[in-house]
């Protein structure tokens, strides 16, 4: 990533260059302003958790993968922040676990979805749905209401992330499994989400291609065992503990 001119050694490298990414999408078309706004509210639970991949978000990407994997018709949901952040891990998450892609916007125009579109071909997508839609979103107002009928209407599990709230608890209403990564873990969509990941998609992307390459090898029970011992409402739980962990061993650090 020499374009972005960031030093290497700079402490805060990776957080600068996921912003550089989501600078150059914006001026390219692909992110919206709100998505600026929206990255920042991520970067700073990401700061709270440490910037890493915490054990049991580790255990929540497995499950998820595991759906995935058992799944007949599993959709990545992809918007404008997460084609900008790691379009070629949701290329090779698609190609791994057999999931259709699927741009699905809340701030959606018809100029947006196809800029998209093109910017995940280039990163080795062979098809990406969101041009052809039906309103098939029983209850959902937003524009993430248009889907289209092979991809999400279709899916019975759906892949969402930076999700703006709603639209989880209409896709549950409808049958569907959703993972949902969200660094938020009091959010909307990570409550009512039936896996939630919280973890940042830049790293959580790429543990679950890595993951998916070697869960495929395993057989349909051991997958099924890891989707019918879990339970989201704990997951929640571990999550919130961690954080508060980790704000009482920083307060006794300065206390010290
Ligand atoms: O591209 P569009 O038109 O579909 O619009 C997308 C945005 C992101 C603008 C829209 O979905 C939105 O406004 O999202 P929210 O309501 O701000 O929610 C985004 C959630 O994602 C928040 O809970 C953030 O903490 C979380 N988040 C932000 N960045 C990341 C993240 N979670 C994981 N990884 C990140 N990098």
């Known amino acids: 990533m020499e374009e972005f001119n960031i030093p290497k050694s700079h402490p805060r490298y990776k957080s600068l260059l996921e912003r550089e990414l989501i600078v150059r999408g914006f001026k390219e078309g692909l992110v919206v302003p709100q998505g600026l706004i929206a990255h920042g509210r991520g970067e700073a639970f990401d700061y709270i958790i440490g910037e890493r991949t915490i054990p049991e978000a580790a255990h929540a990407i497995d499950v998820s993968v595991a759906y995935l994997l058992l799944a007949k018709h599993p959709v990545i949901s992809v918007n404008g922040n997460t084609a900008a952040l790691a379009p070629r891990e949701i290329v090779d998450l698609s190609k791994e676990t057999g999931a259709k892609i699927e741009v699905n916007l809340f701030y959606r125009t018809e100029e947006r979805i196809k800029k998209i579109i093109e910017h995940l071909k280039k990163y080795g997508a062979s098809e990406v749905l969101g041009e052809k839609y039906i309103e098939g979103v029983p209850g959902l107002e937003s524009e993430r209401r248009k889907v289209d009928p092979e991809g999400i209407y279709k899916a019975d ?84 503990e961690y954080i508060m962990k980790r704000l009482s061993e920083e307060a006794e650090r300065l206390r010290e």
């Open 157 to 240: 599990v759906v892949l969402v992330m930076l999700e703006d709230g709603d639209r989880t608890e209409f896709l549950k209403s409808m049958g569907k499994t959703v993972i949902a990564i969200d660094l938020n873990p009091f959010s909307r969509t990570a409550k009512m989400a039936s896996v939630t990941i919280m973890d940042n998609v830049t790293r959580a992307l790429p543990l679950m291609v890595e993951r998916a390459r070697e869960m495929k090898a395993w057989g349909k029970e051991e997958l099924g065992k890891l989707t019918s011992e879990y339970n989201n409402s704990v997951k929640l739980s571990q999550y919130v």
